[in-house]
């Protein structure tokens, strides 16, 4: 499919899980990498682009690295945030893809308009026991010591944190794992933007608010999988999202479905 020029146009994806447990995600994943996101001045993973990672001297889908290292060897800037699953991705990961790692928030100039980007999971303020494990598991100490172990003793400890946590939010109530609106004001007053954008809770949606007697807009980002894809584009002043599919339904329908939010 030709998307015309894409000069000036941002993405802005998160959520992917990719493990090696999923191939065809991972599939659709560097398929969008080498067509549609191709020729785009830049695209931003906010968070869990993996399941899993333990460290950079591990390569569990090298189909992954390599997209991303001919991504932005075109031309293509790509700014990776780290999420809750995988925020042990490093310096090496972002040398060898030609990707940069940036921080959580993060602040960026669009077309004149600062806007806020975040992984999402800061501000569910209200999973009291999830933010007390975020600072200890982000303690830079701990980090190397869990790095230092060896990888097969890393992956038991991966794969156990996968396992408690999909237990964990089963029994968690669903307000709980939201965000916490005055989390959200604090936050966009803090870094003074009246548009932020996040992922994490998988419930991509448009929320309008008024801070400071202003409108704002919060917009968070979809999950991916198998079946589906989906990125928020900013082109030419505008704002859309925009469904990536699998390759196989291309004959069956479009490849991918805009859907303009705001002009």
């Known amino acids: 499919m030709i998307h015309g020029n894409r000069s000036g146009e941002r993405l802005f994806i998160s959520d992917l899980h990719l493990s090696p447990q999923r191939p065809a995600l991972t599939q659709l994943f560097v398929d969008f ?5 191709h020729g785009a001045a830049e695209l931003y993973i906010l968070g869990d682009l993996f399941d899993a990672w333990i460290g950079d001297d591990d390569d569990p889908l090298p189909a992954v690295r390599g997209g991303l290292r001919r991504l932005t060897a075109a031309g293509t800037a790509c700014s990776i945030m780290h999420g809750n699953r995988d925020f042990l991705i490093g310096r090496r990961f972002a040398r060898t893809t030609g990707c ?26 209200d999973d009291i026991a999830y933010q007390r494990f975020r600072r200890r598991v982000r303690n830079p100490l701990l980090q190397q010591l ?6 097969a003793q890393r992956r038991r400890v991966a794969d156990d944190y996968r396992r408690r946590s999909t237990t964990a939010i089963a029994e968690k109530q669903v307000e709980i794992m939201d965000v916490n609106g005055t989390a959200v004001e604090a936050q966009m007053r803090r870094f003074g933007v009246s548009r932020l954008i996040h992922g ?10 008024i801070i400071g007697g202003r409108p704002a807009l919060r917009q968070v980002l979809s999950d991916w999988n198998e079946e589906r894809g989906e990125a928020l584009v900013h082109r030419g002043g505008s704002w859309y999202r925009e469904a990536w599919l699998p390759a196989d339904a291309a004959a069956r329908e479009e490849r991918s479905t805009v859907s303009q939010i705001e002009t």
Do not use: K, N, S, Y
């Open 100 to 125: 940069r790692l940036i921080r959580d928030p993060w602040r960026v100039e669009l077309g004149g308009e600062a806007v806020l980007l975040m992984h999402g999971d800061l501000l569910c303020t």
């Open 200 to 209: 994490h809770t998988h419930r991509p949606a448009d929320h309008r608010l």
């Open 33 to 37: 990498l080498q067509d549609r996101a």
């Open 146 to 151: 869990f790095l230092w172990t060896p990888r």
